[in-house]
């Protein structure tokens, strides 16, 4: 009676899917930039807020690496503080995008039903208006501004983009048969929702996350080219490029050092997010 | 034949409509039939024949619109919430699709022992000894295969981790929806062999939905034939084949391919095809494409009536038992 | 030789992955005559869809190797540029893919993607291009037909895309029709219907037909001939009624013996065929069905065995051990 049965040959595993070298330089080059906002006040620097009039609009020395200010203040010291304000608003904003977005997107695509066509009725609405004027709009009127606000206003503001992302990757995952096995093993929908589709939406939902900071660290900048970031004298990389547009033609290094700090940094975050958006990709797998 | 035994499983005027008003479709239209401990019932049907959809409304995975469904005698209807899974625990479903059925970044060992842990009825060395026997069961060398991750195996292998992963709460009754429609012609055949199998082993009652009728022969002890939402013909699986009541049956089993050149097929195909649930024809289901069909059928809608012990067909001129 | 619309000689593609060289079609010979319904029957894995695919010269030229001979109609596919693969596409070879989704454009009214191929392939005008489209998807059966010119390819049931699919095929009256598991993911009374349909086609338009299939049943009544696949290569080729009633290779016999059949009582246990289908990039030194065959000697694990001719005419197999004879009669549909 009893079959000889199938010899279960696996078949071939990932082929030979590499994060590649520049992926860990961008990763490298990330964490120095953390670690450095973290550990500024440790660090050999000059006061960001010290002004030293002998050297004033000095280009790169040995005291000075990246050079002076049109007040003297150490441009180095300055990137290196104003990247805290980047990297709090960045990651604080995300935190907020995620920490409401992410569990409303994947409830309302697991559950469907009228929970999901008002809340998605509701995001769509907000999408269409232009977040960036109503970000500006609250952050010119809700004053004094502190950097709280600001993280708040973006974070919220992100919510819908977050939420409509989600949402789709969760879509895609919730209509699988493992989904319906499991609900019909009688798994609660918090079982499901946190070792079902959790799993299979995370990297998604991490290259988006990468990909968002960058973003909201992009907006900061902008919203600080209007002035509406955290005041003077406090550095962030968006103020300290607005504050050197008058004295751009003396002293260049004052915008290229920040915008180029501001640039490495938004290209290393997309191409890590990039990059493992489609080293996590399964379904690339098969052949 | 074994209509003195207590059903397993009691469906009764089981509808399943979806959509709402003129644009509503009603999959599932009224159907009744009774799965009785220990035996296998096959379900076919052409695709949109609503034989799926029973299976998941069975289920609870789609909801049941009216009607009655029935478990060990108690009404699982419109249970909700725990007690509904709790029921669904003596009753399992395996998909169509295999690979879509195993969550790919989970490994073979999690996926089966998660309704153990989900139900918290076994931990430690007990859980990792039942999950272990299950996979020997289906022919999967847990020592060998156990911490690979599901994305890894082949269409046959994950059928098998799904029929292991299903049996780990010791359920009554397997609802098997198309499991080996999408398998080779050879891993079919051993797939079939196990379900027999473990049938025998755990004392298992099958709801075996299917489209191909040579499968549905082979495993089934009776056959319940769908046409647009309704069951047409239902009995002992040697009779219904043999003496097809029902002339879509007969249009059925005419259609189906043997694998034998000296077998006529031609002459007997069955024109048209299925009309469109939203707007089902009127009496009889199958009158619009019965070369039997005359007014009583427009006019009246056949129920099934017994022509031989156990053999019910939904006609209003069926064919004499030979 | 003259009279052959296809010879297919020692025919190899090779695929070059990162996971190593895959022969998916290994020294394949055979050849069709006029008006002729061949079955390629194999399970997945076995070269058939890749072996179709090379003789329509669809296979994409990077990461490939084709070597062998093709020659349809006295022409040479392999190594064809696209220029005269086009040129071929419009009149001696057309194909029949599984999924009609995948060769319809779903965004595209049926009727326009028939006008399509004879504007271009023929250069018809508009008028005669929508008559003839209508009078093709007549042909195939499709009611209704001037209105269903203008449906859209989702409008349609899966049987009637097929028949659509079909029609496109035959638009150019092709010598060849290479129909790739046409009716798999059909309903049984609807895959009847198809293949009663490029039967009479067949008759009809004086062309030859290549049917591709898993399933036994599809080529049983269909085909004058029938070639089995496995691993890329053939193992037994043969007459239909030789191949159900005389095979000779083991192969054949269990993948006849796997399949369940309606003549037979409930809860027959299927003869089984141990393992999988092998992984290509890693095939046995000798023959490649020897670690699933119940008969294997040292000799099939050691030596791959050649085609060889069994008693009838065209009948050959590939196998050290074979079924004897003439005992196997009938054994098939039992």
Redesign the interface.
């Known amino acids: ?1 009893s ?1 000889v ?2 010899e ?1 040959t ?2 071939t ?1 990932l082929r030979g899917k590499r994060l590649g070298p520049l992926f860990w330089v961008c990763v490298g080059w990330l964490a120095l930039n953390v670690l450095a906002a973290i550990l500024a006040n440790f660090l050999p620097l000059i006061d960001p807020l010290f002004q030293n009039y002998n050297v004033i609009n000095a280009g790169p020395s040995l005291h000075h690496l990246l050079g002076t200010d049109d007040l003297g203040r150490d441009i180095l010291s300055r990137i290196v503080f104003g990247s805290r304000v980047s990297l709090a608003v960045g990651s604080g904003a995300m935190l907020i995008g995620f920490g409401v977005g992410m569990p409303l997107g994947m409830l309302a695509a697991y559950r469907r039903g009228r929970f999901d066509s008002i809340l998605t009725a509701v995001m769509y609405v907000l999408l269409a208006f232009p977040a960036i004027i109503a970000v500006i709009a609250v952050i010119s009127f809700w004053t004094p501004r502190t950097l709280l606000k600001i993280i708040i206003v973006i974070g919220l503001a992100s919510v819908p983009l977050v939420y409509r992302v989600i949402r789709g990757a969760t879509l895609a995952v919730a209509t ?3 989904v ?9 929908d918090r ?1 499901i929702l946190f ?2 589709l959790l ?2 939406i995370a990297p998604i939902a991490v290259s988006f996350l990468l990909i968002g900071v960058a973003t909201v660290v992009t907006l900061e900048g902008a919203l600080a080219f209007l002035g509406l970031s955290v005041n003077p004298p406090t550095p962030s990389w968006g103020n300290m490029i607005n504050e050197s547009r008058t004295v751009m033609a003396q002293n260049p290094w004052l915008v290229i050092f920040p915008s180029l700090a501001l640039c490495l940094f938004l290209l290393c975050l997309n191409f890590i997010g990039d990059r493992l958006r489609s080293y996590f990709d ?2 690339e ?2 052949l | 034949m074994s209509d003195h035994r207590t059903p397993l499983l009691k469906v009764r005027d089981l509808t399943v409509t979806f959509g709402k008003g003129t644009r509503s479709v009603s999959a599932v239209a009224g159907v009744s039939f009774d799965v009785y401990e220990g035996e296998t019932l096959g379900l076919v049907g ?2 949109g024949c609503g034989k799926s959809t029973t299976g998941k409304a069975l ?1 609870k ?1 789609v909801a049941p619109t009216s009607g009655s469904i029935e478990l060990n005698g108690v009404d699982i209807t419109h249970q909700r919430g725990r007690a509904l ?2 029921a ?2 003596h009753m ?2 395996i ?3 295999p690979i ?7 490994r073979v060992r999690s996926i089966v022992a ?2 153990l842990d ?2 918290k009825t076994a931990s430690g060395a007990e859980r990792d000894r039942i999950v272990n026997d299950l996979l020997n069961k289906v ?3 847990p020592e ?2 156990g911490n ?2 599901a ?4 269409g ?2 994950c059928q ?1 981790i ?1 029929i292991a ?2 049996l ?2 010791r359920p009554q009754m397997l609802i098997c929806d198309e499991v080996v429609s999408a398998l ?7 797939i ?3 379900l ?2 473990l049938k025998a082993e755990y004392g298992l009652t099958l709801l075996f939905i299917a ?5 549905v ?5 009776r056959v319940a034939v769908m046409y647009l939402g309704k069951i047409c013909e239902i009995g002992p ?2 009779t219904l ?1 043999e003496t097809p009541g029902h002339p879509y049956t007969q ?3 005419g ?12 002459g007997t ?3 048209g ?1 299925p009309p469109s649930p939203h707007d089902p024809p009127s009496g009889c289901r199958f009158r619009t494409r019965c070369p039997f069909a005359t007014e009583r059928c427009a006019a009246e809608e056949p129920q099934l009536r017994e022509v031989a012990v156990g053999h019910q067909v939904a006609c209003h001129y069926p064919f004499a038992a030979a | 030789m003259t009279d052959r619309l296809l010879v297919v000689e020692n025919l190899r593609t090779t695929f070059r992955t990162v996971s190593g060289v895959i022969p998916a079609v290994g020294g394949v010979s055979f050849d069709l005559g006029a008006n002729e319904t061949l079955g390629i029957v194999g ?2 894995g076995s070269g058939k869809t890749v072996l179709a695919r090379t003789i329509m010269g669809l296979q994409p030229r990077t990461n490939i190797e084709v070597s062998g001979s093709v020659l349809l109609n006295g022409q040479q596919v392999v190594g064809a540029s696209e220029r005269v693969m086009r040129e071929m596409w419009a009149t001696q070879v057309a194909m029949v893919f599984q999924d009609p989704m995948t060769s319809l454009n779903p965004v595209m009214r049926i009727g326009r993607q028939i006008d399509e191929t004879l504007r271009v392939r023929l250069g018809m005008d508009r008028r005669a291009a929508r008559a003839r489209a209508i009078e093709l998807l007549n042909m195939v059966g499709i009611p209704s037909a001037e209105a269903r010119y203008r449906a859209f390819p989702t409008e349609l ?4 895309r097929q028949r659509v699919v079909i029609a496109t095929a035959l638009a150019c009256s092709p010598k060849l029709l290479i129909a790739d598991e046409p009716t798999t993911g059909l ?7 198809i ?2 349909l490029l039967d009479s086609l067949k008759q009809q338009l004086d062309m030859s037909v290549i049917l591709i299939t ?5 080529v ?2 269909r085909t004058s001939r029938i070639i089995v696949m496995y691993a890329g290569q053939i193992v037994e080729m043969g007459a ?2 030789d191949i ?2 005389h095979h000779r290779m083991r192969y054949t016999r ?3 013996d ?17 393992g ?2 092998p992984n290509l990039s890693t095939l046995p030194p000798g023959c490649h069905f020897a670690p699933r065959c119940a008969f294997a000697t040292e000799q099939c694990h050691r030596e791959r065995p050649t085609l060889q001719a069994a008693d009838s005419p065209g009948h050959v197999f590939a196998c050290w051990n074979p079924l004897a004879a003439s005992t196997n009669e009938g054994d ?2 039992r």
Not at chain 2, 100 to 106: A, G, I, K, T, V
Not at chain 3, 214 to 218: F, I, N, S
Not at chain 3, 259 to 274: D, E, F, G, M, Y
Request: glycine residues 4%.
């Open positions: 009676m079959d049965i199938d279960p696996v078949l595993p699988k048969d493992y319906i096995a499991a609900q019909v093993q009688g798994c609660t079982r070792r079902e799993p299979n399964v379904t797998v098969k | 052409e695709s289920m995975i899974r709790h669904r625990t399992q479903m998909f169509q699709d879509s059925s195993l969550n790919p970044r989970r998660e309704p989900a139900w022919g999967i060398d060998v295969y690979r991750y994305r890894q195996f082949s046959g292998q098998r799904s992963r299903s780990a709460m080779d012609v050879s891993v079919q055949a051993q079939l062999n196990l027999e199998d489209h191909d009728l040579a499968v022969k082979n495993i089934s002890d699986s040697d084949y249009f059925l089993l259609a189906a391919l043997e694998a034998d050149p000296d077998s006529v097929d031609a195909v069955l024109e095809e | 399970e997945s049931s899966g049987g009637m309903d049984v009374t609807i895959q009847s219907q293949l009663n898993h399933d036994l049943g599809v049983a009544t239909t009624r159900f009633h269990a993948l006849l796997s399949s369940p059949k309606v003549a037979n009582p409930s809860h027959t246990r299927l003869a089984v065929i141990p999988r289908p098939s549909t």
